[in-house]
């Protein structure tokens, strides 16, 4: 790895709002969310596993070593879990150690953490939710396609999860919320774990991040009727979107960017995710 590989991105501690540190004492203060506060108590920090291409392609990430009292959150549920989205479809090796290496219950309420490796969507507050494991790994199979992702955009944070798995897959990866808590909420469930290759904005996902495009894969989180034209345009030649369309009825659309202003588009699953809105709360 280069000296400049080596620089950037920046870890995530500097390129969050300063304003946000937790100041001393708070720890008893009630959050959104205090999963990932509680059992960072107990997980030692890991060494994130970056995405690096110059490596063997047999290279994966390493699993997380975590400590945990309780058998419902254990590796061996979490490995079951991966164990069950391969079963249903998904085969990329990249993305199924990611799937491992990820610990999903540090992602939502403490009250939940038993069910967080069941193939379900949960909700994270604010009507949102955390989506199924398969649907994760479904979806970052398809814009990976086998091939090396250096930089990736995704829309919709939630509770950070999604962007923690992509991390392990992609050299770069933006993530934009618009919905302000769960900015916060993200920040606060990431920091413990130090992904130093992970970048969130506040903002409107509609827009996408075209200062620090173009992106080789863009992934949504939440259902359009279409997709807006500004995320398209902010594909590299190549580059894949994934994302779902539809309203009450949605499936999920694979769009590869052919030319310019040139686009394929291909349908696939049906699906079910929150809908995808404008602006910023």
Not at 17 to 31: E, L, N, Q, T, Y
Not at 215 to 226: P, Q, R
């Amino acid at each position: 790895m280069t000296d400049q590989q080596r620089r950037f991105p920046l870890p995530l501690s500097s390129v969050v709002d300063s304003g946000h540190k937790k100041a001393p004492g708070s720890s008893s203060i009630a959050r959104p969310q205090t999963a990932t506060q509680n059992a960072a108590r107990h997980v030692p920090q890991p060494v994130w596993p970056v995405a690096n291409h110059a490596r063997p392609a047999s290279h994966t990430p390493q699993p997380v070593v975590t400590q945990r009292a309780s058998p419902l959150v254990s590796d061996a549920v979490r490995r079951a879990m991966v164990q069950r989205v391969a079963k249903q479809g998904v085969q990329d090796q990249l993305v199924l150690a990611a799937l491992e290496n990820v610990p999903r219950h540090l992602f939502m309420e403490e009250a939940l953490a038993s069910q967080a490796y069941i193939d379900a969507s949960l909700p994270i507050g604010h009507h949102q939710t955390i989506s199924q494991p398969y649907i994760v790994g479904r979806m970052i199979e398809l814009m990976r396609n086998g091939g090396q992702l250096k930089r990736v955009l995704e829309i919709g944070t939630g509770c950070g999860y999604q962007a923690a798995v992509l991390a392990c897959v992609a050299q770069e990866v933006y993530s934009i919320e618009r919905i302000k808590p769960l900015h916060e909420l993200a920040k606060v469930n990431l920091r413990p774990l130090r992904v130093p290759n992970l970048r969130l904005h506040y903002g409107d996902g509609m827009l996408g991040l075209p200062q620090a495009g173009p992106f080789d894969g863009i992934i949504l989180a939440a259902a359009g009727l279409e997709v807006p034209q500004a995320l398209l345009e902010q594909l590299t030649l190549g580059g894949r979107l994934v994302a779902p369309v539809g309203a009450r009825a949605q499936h999920l659309e694979l769009i590869t960017r052919t030319g310019k202003t040139e686009w394929t588009r291909e349908t696939l699953e049906d699906c079910h995710f929150v809908p995808l809105r404008a602006g910023t709360i």
